[in-house]
């Protein structure tokens, strides 16, 4: 960038197969880091969540996503918190023919501390799974910082 400034975000997927259940907002398990270049996660502690570092305020590219397994009953939900409060849902059908892809990008202005968290809700009427497929597609996370 023309400031000098160097790249700074987060990348995270979960590794296995996560049950979630019927009708119930669930944080997604962020179990592995792809990279982490700010210190945003921990695998262990709250490993749904981004947190802001601090000199670390300004605009980020957030992406979300999961996939579940065929079933055509209800719907799949991506929800996202800041600071324990949604701030952006998207809801998609089932499908009986294809995994169901729930994916989300935004883009927000936000503050040291501020923390975004990673939820999923489904409604089938059973708990299914948020998958990890044949083809590698799993639950992630991802923010980029843009600028200040």
């Known amino acids: 960038p ?58 980020y590219q957030i992406n979300f996503g999961g996939y579940y397994p065929l079933n055509a009953t209800g719907s799949r939900q991506i929800l996202l918190y800041k600071n324990g409060t949604v701030f952006l849902e998207f809801i998609v059908p089932a499908s009986s023919s294809a995994y169901t892809t729930s994916t989300v990008s935004t883009f927000r202005y936000l503050d040291v501390a501020d923390y975004l968290e990673f939820f999923t809700r489904q409604t089938s009427g059973s708990s299914l799974n948020i998958d990890v497929t044949s083809a590698g597609l799993s639950g992630f996370a991802q923010m980029f910082l843009i600028g200040a």
């Not at 997927?13 to 996660?41: F, K, M, P, R, W």
């Open 2 to 59: 023309a400031g000098g400034s160097s790249f700074s975000g987060v990348s995270c997927i979960n590794s296995v197969a996560q049950s979630i259940a019927n009708n119930t907002a669930t944080a997604i398990a962020l179990d592995t880091e792809l990279y982490d270049v700010g210190g945003y996660h921990d695998t262990v502690t709250n490993n749904s969540r981004f947190t802001i570092p601090s000199g670390k305020a300004g605009y």
